[in-house]
């Protein structure tokens, strides 16, 4: 049966999209190059169609391609995914579907931890009082591997307690984030089941007073925390007039556009055994991406605070959202840790994270980059103050601090970070707002418009599959690049293993401050390089797994293209990749690329 022309016409089309999605031209590309370099004979130049249909068989590209052609009718009635953490596919921007056939389904425990009695099953009574909703949070993932928030929903689940069967279906429009937080992305139906089946429902009128009486509950509690805030922002501006302008920052936008206390961003969050110390928590935070969020436009900053959800599925955020989980997780060790927003050099603003010792010591942790400085306060008014040494850190000003429970805000002469007291207990330098208020929006189970924070997840990565794979790429990257230069390339096997050492220490260092073990490589190198010949080495660090994209960015650097296009007698290349796992599938990668060659000048 033949296709009307139109019909061809607009079905190449699609397949078009569908390949060019898959990158299937590029993998192609991939896949031939190995083949002509693994399989052929050395006199061998021509590769045949069947051999290369062969080749792309056997590594599953065919199959992946039928599998991605898979139209179906239009029929937009299909189950999707409704787990947490589960990425579901939209066509861009637009409200309708991405016409696949979705047929996932996911178990969702649903208990209480002050319940008592964990062997027996709560009731449809006890459930109901269950006011904790399902975050959902969709995510797009291109070929690159980049990820892009695409929606954001809290779904109340407790529908479900008052139907027949124990069963219910429901569709609810998903809404973008940020600037497009009013524009729909699409609709999702759920169907809802509960496991086991319930012994005895509820009527469907009790449920919906239950949710009506909390909405009611919520609302006002948060009308009367912005009623107090109003009147503690008035109260701390008749100290100082002067306080107008500085960054105290009572509520923040999440990503759907809602105004949320700050204090509810942080919360204490326990790493099980994922971490072991505050300091690989702050280089697991340091791990996940920094991207500010998008503005349209001019006028500065764009304002998005993710909830943990959003932040650790997308696994890269702004300054705010990195603070606000190493806020946590240090809460979660222990300590005394807060949040402090201000700025840093030129004006911009800025959030990191502070820790109160016992002793008085305060710590500042830069969330982006894992660092930590310790802080003593300067006295201006002394003679000596210029020649008081200047601080580490890069902050400027401070406006105010906040963690789970405390909100402050700085009301000393001076904003300066370089002389601000951090005695948080004198209300002369640090203006509280009441405990009891904060507690009342905040506090776990407070409102039922946030859910409790989400455990970290595992990270699914083979660390050593990966560093293997990201590290046969780059050598074939290289010898590529180097054969357009008129360049062979001989590797080194045991040169490279010898740079393992020192990519393992420079990971080390990163995670606890402390330089360790260079001495044995620095020996190693001396005795693998003979006399005569000269080495370099090149160390990078990067927090994605694109081996194009890495190498790419090391041929920016003369110091690392010196390497890659070494000219000289009895060159030897080397290349290591070592990638270091931590929780959410976040990873450090770090890779260094050497060589040696006989001097000959």
Not at 174 to 185: D, F, H, I, P
């Amino acid at each position: 049966m033949s296709l009307p022309p139109e019909k061809a016409s607009e079905l190449k089309q699609l397949i078009h999209q569908q390949l060019s999605k898959m990158d299937v031209h590029g993998r192609i590309r991939e896949i031939l190059a190995e083949t002509i370099r693994e399989e052929l004979a050395p006199d061998q130049q021509q590769l045949s169609t069947e051999d290369l249909i062969k080749a792309l068989r056997r590594r599953g590209i065919i199959d992946d391609v039928m599998k991605e052609l898979n139209f179906v009718t239009d029929n937009v009635d299909q189950e999707l995914p409704s787990s947490p953490k589960q990425p579901v596919g939209f066509t861009d921007r637009q409200s309708t579907l991405l016409k696949k056939n979705f047929h996932d389904g996911f178990l969702l425990e649903v208990h209480r931890e002050n319940l008592g009695d964990g062997t027996r099953m709560a009731d449809s009574t006890t459930m109901l009082s269950i006011s904790d909703p399902v975050h959902m949070v969709l995510i797009k993932t291109d070929i690159f591997a980049e990820t892009t928030l695409v929606a954001s929903y809290f779904l109340e689940w407790r529908s479900v307690l008052g139907s027949e069967n124990g069963v219910t279906n429901l569709t609810v429009e998903l809404m973008g984030v940020g600037t497009e937080s009013k524009v729909s992305v699409g609709i999702l139906n759920i169907k809802l089941e509960m496991y086991p089946p319930l012994n005895q429902t509820l009527s469907q009128e009790v449920v919906n007073t239950q949710l009506a009486l909390e909405r009611q509950k919520t609302a006002e509690k948060e009308r009367l925390f912005l009623v107090y805030a109003k009147q503690w922002w008035r109260e701390y501006l008749q100290i100082r007039p002067s306080h107008n302008s500085r960054l105290v920052k009572i509520f923040a936008q999440d990503e759907n556009g809602i105004n949320r206390p700050v204090c509810s961003y942080v919360k204490p969050l326990r790493a099980g055994r994922l971490l072991d110390t505050p300091r690989q928590a702050a280089r697991f935070v340091n791990v996940l991406g920094y991207e500010r969020a998008p503005v349209i436009g001019g006028g500065g900053k764009q304002e998005q605070w993710c909830t943990l959800l959003a932040f650790l599925c997308r696994n890269k955020g702004d300054c705010e959202d990195h603070a606000n989980l190493l806020c946590s997780l240090l809460l979660g060790y222990g300590l005394e840790a807060f949040v402090c927003v201000g700025t840093k050099a030129k004006g911009v603003t800025h959030a990191w994270v502070m820790t109160c010792g016992t002793d008085g010591t305060i710590t500042f942790w830069e969330s982006l980059t894992g660092h930590r400085y310790l802080h003593k306060p300067t006295n201006p008014d002394e003679p000596s103050a210029a020649e008081q040494s200047k601080p580490l850190y890069p902050y400027r000003t401070i406006g105010c601090v906040f963690n789970h429970q405390m909100f402050l805000g700085n009301c000393q002469p001076s904003d300066s970070v370089e002389s601000c007291v951090f005695d948080l207990n004198d209300e002369s330098k640090w203006k509280p707002m009441s405990e009891e208020a904060v507690k009342s929006v905040c506090a776990p189970g407070a409102t039922t418009s946030l859910p409790p924070f989400p455990p970290l997840c595992a990270s699914t990565i083979d660390a050593s599959v990966t560093s293997n794979e990201i590290e046969m790429q780059l050598r074939l990257l290289v010898s590529e690049h180097r054969k357009d230069l008129g360049l062979t390339t001989v590797w080194e096997d045991q040169l490279s293993y010898l740079l393992s050492p020192a990519l393992a220490s420079y990971e080390f260092e990163r995670t606890t401050s402390i330089s360790a073990g260079n001495e044995e490589f620095q020996d190693a190198i001396r005795r693998a390089v003979p006399d005569g010949h000269t080495f370099k080495g090149f160390p990078i660090h990067f927090v994605y797994r694109n081996a194009r994209r890495a190498f790419a960015t090391c041929l920016r650097s003369p110091f690392c293209e010196e390497i890659i296009c070494c000219r000289g007698d009895q060159v030897r290349l080397a290349v290591r990749v070592r990638v270091f796992t931590y929780p959410e599938s976040a990873c450090a990668v770090w890779i260094m690329f050497a060589c040696k060659y006989r001097s000959v000048l």
